[in-house]
């Protein structure tokens, strides 16, 4: 029998290949971006889950009236660990965030992130220097260990575990210290780093001021976390108000609280931090889950569609004693067989598409792992979708009458109608807003790469430096060498590049009015080197000797905000200067887009303001290889504190950078449009053949009565057309809103277009005619004799 | 005013293939009422439909007063049958979802008559077929013999030179049958062709002269005299 049933399900699915590939296939895509989000998803919640003490750590933050923060005092942690029994360990850790620059011989490797722990703390985090966690001896020792890949760097021939020296800083200036050995760092956990240096105890001496680190705690199984944290404010309270008796102070204490934040929850949704990635998250496993329902509600129908035909074995089989479950059962296997072949489909789809997507989320994703749990997940998967697409199909078809279907009576019901049509109206929308998005999205960026930036980041190379030159006597000869090298153009230093980031704000008077505005520190050339343009006055130039001491000059924002008509020449005073404007320059978007740009002052002078590091330099194009050969061979002699370390960045692609999220965001819209476009396209398709096949006898008579081809695709295409435009149309307002918000976190920006709607509802139209007519054809085409015979 | 010679049509499937008319020669004069008898399976139906335009025959020629319709493409072999033919089938073949008057209306509709016109000529076969009450029943609604009466009124709403009806009283009891016999026999009467498919010779005593087949071959034909002294 089960042999039988097999040999009629092949032979069933191989005759209809055309709509079994299509089956096979709309789902088997669906099915590999499930596979990828369920690959995220498990990715992005099991941060540190490898840690044995997972579900007991807790990081203990502090809520002022206004902000939360994981910054904490050392000396909370140790009234803590004192107080309450329930608290198993605590440890302490702090960041180094500055570059440090490790040398041996000539091998070197940069940090940016040197974390600082307490013993316990390490003991807490897991962390895992190769060969064990060793204990500091007393009090000063520090036991230092390098990444994996930093360790392979300096000493690619290293194979024994014993410490090494390096030297930190150039080679000049040499400083040597001791590396005891190499650690792994994990890039999937919440705590990352370069390097690692443990000691007994970290911040001995200081106080409750000193909010600068991270305190974990490791608690018993089984404790009450919310009355702990109540204990612990309370305890903080007390230990601030000791020997406190100004009553607005001890206010203002009484105004902090603390809490515990679940280490599980510190990747997606800290408490002190946003929740945008969990955000994200959610939405990615709604589109995931939503995509694949639909595919399954896809299958489904097509599989009734193809019902018909099927509809006299089921009455023959019935006549001869079968029962209905043997039916049923015998149609879920063969919906089972073509999930199955689905899910491996799915398999090989997901491993083609998975680099790309690594790529653009920056991640190391992979199929093959044992630990992202699709060993279980999968068969679960397949078993669920069996059930979602088989069981309806199953039932209609085992539930045929046999007197009914063996006469030729074969009548679908009319009930399901409107969920169909809510259903195709449903994915047609969806499919609809992620298209008017990808529209938008790119309408944006086009704009944000033509649009005129105020400055030219183009042939610009920015060196990274550790000297200071905020002393213009200092870089000039800096300068003179570089421009020596033929090709560079200019040369300066400045205290920012304008790559997006944030500069100082100050509070400045001019024209009676004081205002806090943004400052830069420049030096000569800064403006020639950007190409910023100039609106009146001049540039800072070596031809005047004010310049190096309280010239400056201001952007139109500034000249506006102070309502200055007519700026060159008025004093600006700021940070103990008298500054007098010399010149106007033009607003450039220093910021990208999404910032406008600010009020702001540029001086080579400024005793409030940060040291000057970061060199910028102009290059022409053509020259760009020898010029950049050039500086790297005489950089230690240019600039001996950064001696053999040169290390170059292009600007625009510093600047570019800004660009990168929306990136990522268009790829999304593009995968999700074209994902979501072709799964409602499937459905229509399946939908398109369910109704032709129900009107095979209609189109027939109408044929005969007269109608010409072209008249009876109308006809089946008009009900379709109307659900299109529901679902256009009901996106319209729901795609208005979300891409208005989007825009809106931009300060330079496109006006809202109308064209991206237009265009959607033309492209859906054209779509759903093409593809409602590729199934009408066959039956307008067919003769309609052979439709009307067989009654 | 029709003129069949030599007409063959062979159907070919994988394994077989069928002769299904084998020469045949016939002609039908303007204002005849045919019927076409013979064992299942001797070609009545391929017959009907090569006439009615609906199938091509492999050989022959088929004149329709004087013009050939077998070298007609197939826009033009849709556009002369909706001008000149209707319809009658032995399972009415009406539009489900469509009610008794747009059933009617659809052939108008397809030759582009004005809405007013239309209605104009829908009411009067309406009246005619004595299907007044019925007009805005959907087909599930009605009997058969009305059905068939229904399926009938629109075969003649277009005023066809030729009615072709294959089987029209097939599924019908011998009271209905009758009725709808008589119906093709007043239409008859008013000037109308009819070529019609039967296995009944009492529905076949109402025509004028009776066309036997057998394996696609006339193999006879009979005048019936007694209708065509009524006639005269
Ligand atoms: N589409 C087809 N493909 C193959 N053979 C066909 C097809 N249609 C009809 N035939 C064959 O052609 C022959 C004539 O068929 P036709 O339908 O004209 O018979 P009929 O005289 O109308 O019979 P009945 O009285 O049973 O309706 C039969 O042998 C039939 O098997
Ligand atoms: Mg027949």
Redesign the pocket.
């Known amino acids: 029998m089960f042999k039988l049933n097999l040999k009629i399900a092949l032979r069933n699915l191989w005759r209809n290949k055309g709509i079994t590939a299509i089956n096979v296939g709309g789902l088997a895509i669906a099915l590999a971006a499930f596979i990828l989000v369920m690959l995220y998803f498990t990715y992005e919640t099991s941060f540190d889950k490898t840690n044995p003490n997972y579900k007991n750590i807790y990081v203990v933050g502090r809520i002022y009236p206004d902000f939360k923060t994981n910054y904490t005092p050392p000396p909370l942690g140790k009234a803590i660990k004192q107080h309450f029994p329930e608290v198993e360990k605590m440890g302490i850790t702090k960041g180094i965030f500055f570059e440090l620059v490790l040398k041996n011989g000539n091998n070197t490797v940069f940090t940016n992130n040197f974390l600082q722990a307490d013993y316990t703390a390490a003991e807490i985090l897991d962390l895992k220097p190769t060969g064990g966690l060793e204990k500091p001896a007393g009090d000063v020792e520090r036991l230092s260990y390098l990444s994996k890949e930093s360790m392979k760097a300096l000493f690619p021939n290293k194979t024994d575990n014993k410490p090494e020296m390096v030297t930190v800083g150039s080679s000049l200036m040499g400083i040597k210290n001791k590396i005891n050995g190499s650690i792994i760092n994990n890039p999937h956990s919440n705590v990352t780093f370069d390097g690692v240096s443990i000691g007994n105890e970290l911040g001995q001496g200081e106080n409750y001021g000193h909010n600068n680190y991270t305190t974990y705690l490791q608690l018993k199984p089984g404790t009450d976390v919310a009355n702990l944290q109540e204990k612990i404010t309370r305890l903080y309270h007390a230990e601030l108000l000791k020997g406190e008796t100004d009553r607005e102070t001890i206010d203002k204490i009484k105004g902090i609280s603390t809490f515990l934040d679940p280490l599980a929850n510190q990747h997606l949704k800290p408490k002190a931090g946003n929740d945008a990635p969990y955000k994200i998250l959610i939405a990615l496993s709604v589109l995931g889950i939503l995509i694949l329902i639909i595919a399954c509600v896809n299958f489904t129908n097509l599989s009734i569609a193809q019902a018909t035909k099927r509809a006299k074995e089921v009455g023959v089989k019935k006549v001869m004693g079968a029962f209905r479950f043997q039916l049923a059962l015998q149609f879920l296997t063969e919906i089972l067989m073509q999930c199955f072949a689905a899910t491996v489909l799915a398999l090989i789809l997901a491993e083609l598409v998975l680099p790309g997507f690594n790529n653009l989320f920056l991640l190391k994703l992979s199929i093959w792992h044992a630990d992202n749990g699709l060993i279980w997940q999968l068969p679960l998967i397949l078993f669920l979708i069996t059930v979602i697409a088989g069981i309806y199909p199953a039932m209609v078809l085992s539930g045929f009458k046999p007197a009914l279907v063996l006469k030729g009576n074969f009548a679908t019901s009319k009930q399901s109608y409107w969920l169909r049509n809510g259903l195709l109206v449903f994915q047609f929308s969806i499919a609809v807003i992620f298209i008017i998005g990808l529209f938008i999205i790119n309408a944006q960026l086009k704009y944000m790469r033509s649009q005129d930036l105020g400055f030219k980041a183009e042939q610009v190379v920015y060196i990274k430096n550790i000297a200071l030159f905020s002393d213009p006597d200092k870089f000039e000869p800096v300068r003179e060498k570089i421009l020596k090298i033929p090709g560079i153009k200019s040369a300066t230093v400045a205290t920012g590049i304008p790559n997006g980031t944030a500069n100082g704000t100050n509070t400045y008077t001019s024209n009676g009015v004081q205002a806090s505005i943004n400052y830069l520190d420049v030096d000569f050339d800064y403006f020639e080197t950007l190409d910023i343009k100039l609106k009146e006055g001049r540039f800072f130039s070596k031809a005047f000797k004010t310049d190096t001491a309280n010239s400056a000059v201001i952007n139109e924002s500034a000249a506006a905000k102070y309502g200055l008509s007519n700026p060159i020449g008025q004093t600006i005073i700021g940070c103990n200067t008298n500054y007098k404007i010399v010149g106007v320059i033009k607003d450039f978007k220093d910021r990208g887009f999404e910032n406008a740009t600010q009020p702001t002052i540029y001086a080579i002078k400024d005793p409030c303001g940060n040291p000057k590091m970061e060199i910028m330099l102009k290059i022409e194009e053509n020259k760009m290889a020898d010029a950049l050969a050039a500086l790297k061979a005489q950089w230690p002699e240019i600039n001996k504190l950064d001696g053999e370390n040169f290390r170059y960045a292009f600007l625009d692609e510093l600047y570019g950078k800004l660009f990168k999220k929306q990136e990522q965001l268009q790829s999304v819209f593009f995968a999700a449009a074209v994902l979501t476009v072709f799964i409602a396209l499937l459905g229509l398709y399946a939908f398109a053949k369910y109704i032709t096949n129900g009107r095979l006898k209609e189109i027939a008579v109408r044929k005969i009565l007269g109608a010409t081809d072209v008249q009876l695709l109308k006809l089946i295409n008009s009900s379709f057309f109307i659900l299109v435009v529901i679902a256009n149309i009901i996106s319209w307002p729901v795609a208005y809103i979300v891409t208005n918000m989007w825009l809106k976190t931009f300060a330079y920006r496109i006006d809202f277009p109308v064209l991206p709607f237009v265009t959607t509802t033309l492209i859906t139209l054209l779509l759903t005619i093409v593809t409602v007519s590729i199934q009408a054809k066959k039956a307008v085409n067919a003769n309609p004799v052979?439709a009307l015979k067989y009654e | 005013m029709i003129k069949i010679e030599k007409l063959e049509k062979v159907?070919k499937?994988e394994e077989v293939e069928?002769t299904?008319l084998n020469g045949i020669d016939l002609y039908v004069k303007e204002g005849e009422f045919v019927s076409i008898m013979?064992p299942?399976?001797?070609?009545?139906?391929?017959l009907l439909n090569v006439m009615g335009l609906l199938d091509k025959p492999e050989s022959g020629s088929y004149k329709f007063i004087d013009t050939e319709l077998l070298t007609l493409n197939d826009r033009e072999r849709s556009n002369f049958r909706k001008r000149n033919m209707g319809f009658v089938f032995q399972n009415f073949n009406l539009i489900d979802e469509l009610t008794v008057f747009e059933n009617i209306e659809l052939p108008l509709i397809y030759n582009k008559v004005p809405a007013t016109e239309r209605k104009k000529l829908v009411n009067e076969i309406i009246e005619r077929m004595n299907i007044v009450n019925r007009s805005g029943h959907f087909p599930q609604q009605l009997s058969g013999g009305q059905q068939q009466r229904v399926a009938v009124a629109r075969a003649l709403v277009t005023k066809p030179k030729l009615v072709l009806a294959d089987e029209p009283t097939g599924n019908l009891d011998s009271s209905h049958g009758n009725e709808v016999m008589e119906l093709l026999c007043e239409l008859n009467e008013t000037g109308t062709t009819i070529v019609m498919?039967t296995?009944s010779s009492h529905d076949a005593s109402f025509s004028n002269r009776i066309i036997n087949l057998k394996d696609g071959h006339v193999i006879s034909e009979k005048v019936n005299k007694s209708r065509n002294e009524e006639l005269i």
């Open positions: 052979d | 159907y499937t069928t299904a013979g299942s399976g001797c070609g009545k139906s391929t498919v296995h």
